[in-house]
Structure formats: structure tokens, C-alpha cells
């Protein structure tokens, strides 16, 4: 799985504990602008590696990503976007948040206001774990490509072989 944020990294390494899950998470570099391109490129790249199955986890930001998913798909890579960003998919393992959150910023407020103690480089699955059946029938009930969204419970399914 390639990822471009430490939330997803975090959220999905620690996820890794599970001795059901095998995952190799990779994290693009940091940068201030979007790296979903990126993003999706690494994973390209990752299957001539011999991974069996490679996701890419990204943020829309509020971007039309229909384009850049068309081409994951034509690489076969498995695309994770998430509108705006992956907080969306924490929020849903806490509340039934259906109205537009907008920016990542205000994501970030609004799942602190959830979960006080929760910090964007300390994200951790054990802290969200108790709603994750919640969170996957919440991200399924949301309209695809609209503000918010996620596809996280796809890739989450696959892991845990749920889904």
C-alpha cells in the first residue's frame, strides 16, 4: 500500500499488528502540495515488484480525481481516495458525519472535536478499532465522489478479508 500521509501510514501500520494483515505500507516523501500523482506512480511502480495486489491511499482535496483513478485502474493499482482526505474515514469510525467537511483542516477539527486526545502524527488503529464495522456501513452509504467520501473500506475489507 503506498500512501501519502503520515495518518495513513499510521493508521495502517498499526492495523499491521494484526496477524491476519500483510502489508508492506510505503510512504511518498513529505510535501506541502498534494501527491496523489505521486502516489498512484509509486504503486504503479510497485507492482513490478512482485506485490500481488498494490492500493493507493490518497486525498482528493476536493480535486476531480475520476482521471487520475481511470489510470490507476489501467496500471492495475487498486485507488484509495478519500474527499478531502483520509480523516474522512476516522470520522466515520466515530460519527455518521454526512455533511461536507471541505478542507483538511477542518477534517483534522472536526475529528479532534471526536476524539480529543487523537494527534495526525500518533494516529493509531487500536483508538479507532472499536468503530470500524460502524465506519466501513457509514463509507458505504456515502455517494462517491462527493464531499465527503471514502474508499478506505475497500482496501480495509481486503485486508481483513471481510470484504
Not at 87 to 113: C, N, V, Y
Request: aromatic share 6%; proline share 6%.
Amino acid at each position: 500500500m503506498v500512501c501519502e500521509g503520515e495518518t495513513e501510514k499510521g493508521y495502517f501500520d498499526s492495523l499491521h499488528r494484526n496477524p491476519e494483515v500483510r502489508l508492506h505500507t510505503v510512504r511518498t516523501r513529505k510535501a506541502k502540495h498534494p501527491q496523489r500523482e505521486v502516489v498512484v506512480a509509486t504503486a504503479a511502480r510497485a507492482l513490478e515488484n512482485a506485490y500481488t495486489r498494490v492500493w493507493a491511499v490518497f486525498d482528493t482535496d476536493g480535486a476531480d480525481v475520476r482521471d487520475l483513478v481511470a489510470r490507476a485502474h489501467k496500471e492495475g493499482v487498486e485507488p484509495v481516495p478519500s474527499t478531502p482526505t483520509f480523516e474522512t474515514w476516522l470520522i466515520l469510525h466515530l460519527d455518521d458525519h454526512r455533511a461536507p467537511l471541505l478542507s483538511g483542516d477542518k477534517a483534522e477539527k472536526r475529528l479532534k472535536a471526536l476524539l480529543p486526545r487523537w494527534s495526525k502524527g500518533a494516529t493509531d488503529f487500536t483508538d479507532f478499532a472499536h468503530g470500524l464495522d460502524k465506519a466501513r456501513s457509514r463509507a458505504e452509504g456515502l455517494p462517491s465522489g462527493c464531499d465527503p467520501c471514502t474508499s478506505v473500506h475497500l482496501l480495509v475489507g481486503a485486508l481483513l478479508r471481510t470484504g
